[in-house]
């Protein structure tokens, strides 16, 4: 049974750093993408990045881009969201999924369908 664990929330100050693991199990990791998405209170879910556990081509929307990076560890089965200059809008439960893929394409985010339980990210002073 496919099952993906996230660790690494917390609460940092702004400007501050977190790493995010998402330790995935119970399937075959290549044919698969792994992505981060993020709820705040009160708002939607949304993707933040993503990656292809085959090639390991990744995606960031614009508001992380530059601050977050996503990798991987296939002999961990691990995937990472590191975190850095943290903004207090980063606010958010953040989930790791999986969605089946054929291609390198991690996007699009509508289609992840395997779940975490999530992880509580805080950022204030």
């Known amino acids: 049974q496919l099952q993906l664990v996230e660790s690494g929330g917390g609460l940092v100050q702004p400007g501050g750093s977190l790493r995010l693991s998402c330790a995935a199990s119970?399937?075959?990791?290549?044919?698969?993408?792994i992505g981060w998405f993020r709820q705040a209170p009160g708002k939607e879910r949304e993707g933040v990045s993503c990656?292809?556990?085959?090639?390991?081509?990744?995606y960031h929307v614009a508001s992380v881009k530059g601050r977050f990076t996503i990798s991987r560890d296939n002999a961990k089965n691990t995937v990472y969201l590191q975190m850095n200059s943290l903004k207090s809008e980063d606010t958010a439960v953040y989930y790791c999924?999986?969605?089946?893929?054929?291609?390198?394409?991690?996007?699009?985010?509508?289609?992840?369908?395997?779940w975490g339980q999530g992880t509580q990210v805080t950022v204030s002073s």
């Open positions: 119970g399937f075959t990791p290549e044919n698969y993408a």
């Open positions: 990656i292809s556990v085959k090639d390991g081509s990744t």
């Open positions: 999924a999986a969605a089946r893929r054929l291609s390198s394409a991690c996007v699009p985010f509508y289609d992840y369908i395997y």
